[in-house]
């Protein structure tokens, strides 16, 4: 087959149809627009570039269609032609938020875009969001609003700041009541929380499990919190190695408690015993750290609205 001709093939299957012929269902939990999660039992193959490209969040594996075809299938690349070739003309389901693209100016660059926003504020609808809804104290949130942090994003949505060492915004995670996605441009490194020359580095996949893990343990100088932002690009693998290699740390893998966060646990303990740091793998009550963090505040709320019903808590009036 002419090299035109596997250039045309690959712009006619998409990744999104050879997941779901294999299988593979869509996360809606967890998926976005520019990053669509597909789960096949423990299996995970993340699709991007509008299903011309994909990845596998455990591994270094990625590629375009036919080399997704060689990796759930384990064929040669002739033999993946002829499956790709098979699959033309079948239209996979899509994510019922899904829809066609709009023609738009480019957007402006990350520094300026990052700037023109405000920080959450009380009152503000970010602000609502993450203390009400996500029942973030307002301490954590004060923290990493000093430390440049946070954003208040389109409808009431957080934008949560990655940056390199230098402390340049490099991307940032946005989330809200109705949103879940990262900004346009720009890399993930890593989203940073507490004190910078820290030798106690907890790694989760989230920004706000990242500030919910702090508020869990409450403030501690020797702490530093991250965010992967659920994923890994070579710049957050870079920044976790020079993390890991300086005297004396201590990497805490406290991603989630669920096959992708002990994967991405596994990883964490390569690079810490590759770098001679100490590791240690700290899993939340519930699936992820924000999760364990509202059960504990709903108790705790449960709890002091009880003891204020108890008869001894109303004294008879004196007449």
Known sequence: MATSEVENL????????VLERAGFAIDLKE???????????DDIVIMIHEGKGWFDPRSEAKGDVLSLIRHLDGVAFTDALVRAAELVGF???EPRWRRAPRDRES???LSKRWRARRTP???SATWHYLHNERCLPEMILRAAIRQDQLREGPHGSM??????????VTRWEERGPNWRGFSTGGSKVLFRLGTLEALRICVTEAAIDAMSLAALEGPRDESLYFSTGGGWSPATEAGLRTLAARPGAQLIAATDANSQGAAFASRLREIAEAAGADW???TPTAEDWNEALKEKVWAERREREEREDLPHAHPARQG
């Open 107 to 109: 957007p402006a660059p």
């Open 31 to 41: 998926n976005t627009r520019r990053a669509v999660k597909h789960r096949r039992g």
């Open 280 to 282: 240690f793998r700290l």
């Open 121 to 123: 504020w009380p009152g």
């Open 159 to 168: 934008w949560a700041a990655h940056v390199d060492d230098g402390g340049a």
């Open 91 to 93: 239209v996979p389901a």
């Open 10 to 17: 690959k712009t006619r299957v998409s990744c999104a149809t």
